[in-house]
């Protein structure tokens, strides 16, 4: 157990639906970063918080967003879902005093149908 | 731009045998080399890592070498056993002090005992 925890575990849902992925990270870590899994893309950066402030963007579309709240958990908003937006939605925290180490949750599997 | 390519995609090796998967990476600033194993629908886990002031770190039966000058790093695995099988992520830190990690697209090892 690596201390990150995230909600729902699996969500299936339509296409052109809108859903809301939770993280929360492990006790201090002020850094989440969120990352897509898919078969064909690999393992993609999307986007990383930091103490509630947006630090870095990677390949996220504009259809996804995302928020970190002053209790340092965080949300991923995935909105007008196609078929290629299933796959599985890992966050990761950091702790800065550590010196790199990203702590993966157990990840989030979407299904669009 | 940030790429990492990682060989090869696939390996088996006999139980007892090493197993080597190499990366290169195109970020001449990346600082951090971390290497994930991840088990079939599990989250990815760090075995080990390495920065870019050195050349070579050890652990157990896991080493990891890094040549800067001609940017590619690789995972040794010694006396592989069948836990050892999973698919094994390399990664560089792409994002200076944001540490947002770029991956390579995974090698599938399996070690048959």
């Known amino acids: 157990d690596s201390g990150v925890t995230q909600t729902p575990k699996h969500l299936i849902t339509a296409t052109g639906q809108r859903v809301t992925l939770r993280c929360s990270p492990r006790s201090g870590d002020l850094s989440v970063y969120w990352y897509q899994q898919s078969l064909d893309q690999g393992l993609q950066f999307l986007i990383h918080?930091?103490?509630?402030?947006?630090?870095a963007k990677g390949n996220i579309l504009e259809r996804f967003s995302a928020q970190q709240f002053p209790d340092l958990h965080s949300e991923l908003n995935l909105s007008s879902l196609e078929l290629g937006d299933s796959a599985l939605y890992f966050c990761a925290s950091r702790n800065s005093g550590t010196y790199n180490e990203q702590f993966f949750g157990p990840g989030t599997r979407l299904t669009v149908l | 731009g940030e790429n990492v390519e990682q060989h090869p995609s696939t390996l088996s090796v006999q139980e007892g045998d090493s197993a080597v998967i190499k990366c290169t990476y195109s970020d001449s600033a990346s600082n951090y080399f971390p290497w994930y194993k991840q088990e079939l629908g599990k989250r990815p886990q760090l075995i080990i890592d390495?920065?870019?002031?050195?050349g070579e770190k050890k652990d157990q039966r896991i080493a990891v070498t890094l040549n800067k000058t001609a940017k590619h790093f690789s995972l040794h695995i010694t006396e592989t056993q069948p836990e050892d099988s999973a698919v094994y992520f390399c990664?560089?830190?792409?994002?200076?002090?944001?540490?947002?990690?770029?991956f390579g697209k995974g090698t599938l090892l399996t070690v048959n005992p």
């Open positions: 918080y930091y103490n509630g402030e947006e630090r």
């Open positions: 990664a560089e830190n792409s994002g200076g002090s944001n540490y947002k990690l770029t």
């Open positions: 390495i920065r870019s002031n050195v």
